[in-house]
């Protein structure tokens, strides 16, 4: 088969989060594939045709863009961040596995990009400078008691937390029940990060901590770091705090 | 003070996978500073200094480039990957600590990057498509035995699992047993990736699975990928498989 399909991680907002990588997949595509704010983000071009899509319409955009792939054509699916974390790089392999045997033969280009947890960190500081676990708090796709279970696992074992998918509007209590059950590991003066539309211009940061964290708004579009005992708070004059994660560890009880 | 820093993520090995704002970053500094081999993958401009520092020099040069932020200069400390994640960003932030008071009225700037996990991820399909961990397996500033600790809850939890520096030349044998500990969790079968270089002329990609693991050879280079009981593979002809984590877990029990 002689189709092409790139699933292209844009980054956060701003567009000088793009790679060149990115930058390239996206001019070489005949056909776009996307959630509608993500594609808004892409430049039009001429001969290119774009196929905006709804936020949970992940499956139908797999197979449309891997049915154009499969008609000989050159189809870029673009993710925001990194398509490979809770993005489209997975939604596009259970398509693939899922669909025609003829699918397998597909040339497919994963182009990372700059996830939302790298670029919250990047404005706070360093909180994810040792080791530290990625959750989505989404249970459209698993069971909350699985979450709750990897919550205090991670927190248990001393990692620095990242919450994907925090809220939604279905989902309106779970945060506040996940800082609970991380308040039961971790002391309430454990340093939390809000990010949220990081390099855009209506960016915002929030450095609070554990016991207050429930207090700060939250939606679809906030990314949520909560630290580990280890996590430490410089305060600065006439500007933000910087938070980070030292690199060293003294001891097993930690 | 006047003066400026940024810690700038240069991405693997390939300059595609530079974004724009780390490009306006390293053109916008005054000196460098940074491992060889990454000011190597800078071009030299004229009137802007370098200062290659060797691998572990990683305390002296964070002050370093604070000294000549301080100073009033324009300062950018190049990092592989993203500088967030086992980077300098955190030597940074421990140095502002540590230092005179003045070093935090400081503008300071990260810039992330592609981290090597996301670019490895990209190459495999979507391993880290669900919930992931990221541990660093060097115990120069951590006990192994909180390595061994973190291997098994991590496991346990069901989260597949990021290794960055798998080995190094005074560690040879530390990767094997990772190994081991995540089999008495996984089964024999358990898909693992391990990536070098990726995007580099001498890149390198091995799809294997647990049981067959420790066969492999790896470096202070690699990033290895441990599956979790829900990832996939998909032989394709011709190419590499996929290899994902579905976006979905049924039972608690997984």
């Known amino acids: 088969m002689s189709g092409h399909l790139a699933i292209v991680g844009l980054g956060p907002g701003d567009e000088r989060y793009l790679t060149r990588e990115a930058e390239e997949a996206l001019q070489a595509a005949d056909a776009l594939f996307g959630y509608g704010p993500y594609l808004d983000r892409v430049p039009e071009r001429p001969g290119q045709a774009r196929h905006p899509s709804d936020n949970r319409e992940e499956d139908a955009r797999a197979k449309a863009a891997l049915l154009h792939a499969a008609d000989g054509g050159s189809a870029a699916i673009v993710s925001g961040g990194d398509p490979g974390v809770f993005a489209m790089a997975a939604s596009v392999c259970e398509a693939i596995e899922a669909g025609p045997h003829a699918w397998r033969a597909l040339d497919i280009a994963i182009v990372p990009g700059i996830t939302a947890m790298l670029a919250v960190a990047a404005r706070a500081g ?28 991670a927190a248990g074992a001393g990692l620095v937390i990242a919450l994907y998918n925090p809220v939604s509007r ?49 939606d679809m579009a906030s990314l949520v770091i909560v630290g580990s005992r280890e996590t430490r708070v410089i305060a600065r004059p006439g500007s933000s705090p910087l938070v980070y994660t030292p690199r060293a560890v003294e001891s097993v009880s930690a």
């Open 126 to 153: 360093a909180p994810l400078g040792h080791d530290f676990c990625v959750l989505s708090l989404s249970d459209n796709l698993k069971p909350w008691a699985l979450i709750e279970q990897r919550l205090d696992a």
């Open 170 to 218: 279905a989902r309106p209590s779970q945060l506040g029940k996940a800082f609970a059950i991380l308040a039961r590991r971790l002391d309430g003066t454990t340093p939390v990060i809000f990010g949220r539309a990081i390099g855009r211009s209506d960016e915002s940061l929030v450095v609070t901590t554990l016991a207050d964290a429930s207090g700060v708004a939250a």
